[in-house]
């Protein structure tokens, strides 16, 4: 029993270093953005595309924490390779594997799909090893590879489709919160000499254009109600996003620096799901 302690620890340890929740959302912006293009969502080239885009996505989560390790062990010491549970060794085959599988899976669906998991994985791995720790370049680039998501999804189907608004939603969400998250780990990036935007130009000047950028998400969440793409039942949802957004925003413009108490980053991750779900509901009605 003794000697099945650690070994129960390393396999959490596995199960929890690609951040299965974000691996999940990753799958189901596939799968929306398959819809959001006109093609059934349960049919087995979009089911294959959602699994191939989760695995990548855990690939680089996985070499994430691994270019993180030092940052983490001031942010976020609970998390797998800081606390000790997995060697970093581990984390880099863990990564290794699942980019593979990742790609495999799409260039086995078609050519164009293995092309385009291939250049995702290029760019992840530029991001997490060189472009994360900058200004502004590495939150627009993971922004934009949060966002390729739909189109990937879409690209399974054969088409583009209207996968190009939840993309542009998910741009602007994942920009915001990326400035918001660089914010509340400002103390471990300052300590690893990183140079993240509030870094560079402070906190509150990162505060004030992350809720700048939350704001104008709110307000173009409106246009496709307003130019008659989506009906009503977009609009339920949708509120509640907008609802998460907003006072996100508000808390940044009011308190300015004081977002790391708030853990606004992990709260808005929820609100995902429901730009998921208002997706779904206005291409549905």
Same mark, same amino acid.
């Given at each position: 029993? #003794? ?21 999940? *959302?990753?799958?189901?912006?596939? %799968? ?16 294959? !595309? ?23 062990? @001031?942010?976020?010491? +609970? ?14 085959? +863990? ?11 799409? /260039?086995?669906? &078609? ?17 997490? /090893?060189?472009? #994360? ?11 934009? /590879? ?9 690209? !399974?189907? =054969? +088409?583009?489709?209207? !996968?190009? @608004?939840? !993309? ?7 920009? =915001?919160?990326? *400035?918001? &998250? ?9 300590? +690893? =000499? ?7 130009? =402070? ?8 809720? %700048? @950028? ?31 957004? /907003? ?21 808005? #991750? ?11 509901? %206005?291409?549905? %009605?």
């Amino acid at each position: 029993m #003794k000697a099945s302690a650690p070994l129960r620890e390393t396999f959490r340890a596995l199960a929890t270093l690609p951040r299965p929740l974000n691996c999940l *959302i990753t799958a189901l912006s596939t %799968g929306v953005g398959a819809f959001a293009a006109g093609s059934h969502p349960l049919r087995a080239e979009v089911w294959w !595309a959602a699994l191939a885009a989760a695995l990548i996505a855990g690939a680089g989560n996985a070499l994430n924490d691994v270019a993180d390790l030092e940052i983490d062990r @001031i942010n976020r010491p +609970q998390r797998p390779l800081p606390a000790g549970h997995l060697s970093l060794r581990a984390a880099l085959v +863990q990564s290794l594997v699942l980019a593979l599988a990742g790609i495999g899976i799409a /260039l086995w669906q &078609k050519p164009a799909l293995g092309a385009a998991a291939l250049l995702v994985v290029a760019l992840l791995t530029l991001y997490d /090893l060189w472009l #994360k720790r900058t200004a502004l370049w590495g939150n627009l680039l993971v922004s934009a /590879l949060a966002a390729a998501a739909f189109p990937f999804g879409a690209l !399974a189907a =054969g +088409q583009l489709g209207r !996968a190009w @608004i939840p !993309a542009g939603f998910a741009f602007l969400y994942h920009l =915001g919160r990326e *400035i918001v &998250k660089d914010i509340e780990d400002v103390e471990g990036d300052r300590a +690893q =000499g990183a140079r993240t935007l509030p870094l560079r130009i =402070g906190d509150r000047n990162a505060a004030r254009l992350a809720g %700048g @950028i939350l704001s104008l998400l709110a307000a173009f969440t409106w246009w496709p109600w307003l130019g008659n793409i989506y009906g009503w039942q977009y609009l339920v949802p949708v509120l509640g996003v907008d609802g998460l957004v /907003l006072w996100a925003a508000w808390r940044l413009l009011r308190d300015q620096g004081a977002a790391p108490g708030a853990r606004l980053g992990s709260r808005l #991750k929820w609100g995902m799901l429901l730009g998921l779900l208002a997706v779904v509901a %206005g291409e549905a %009605g």
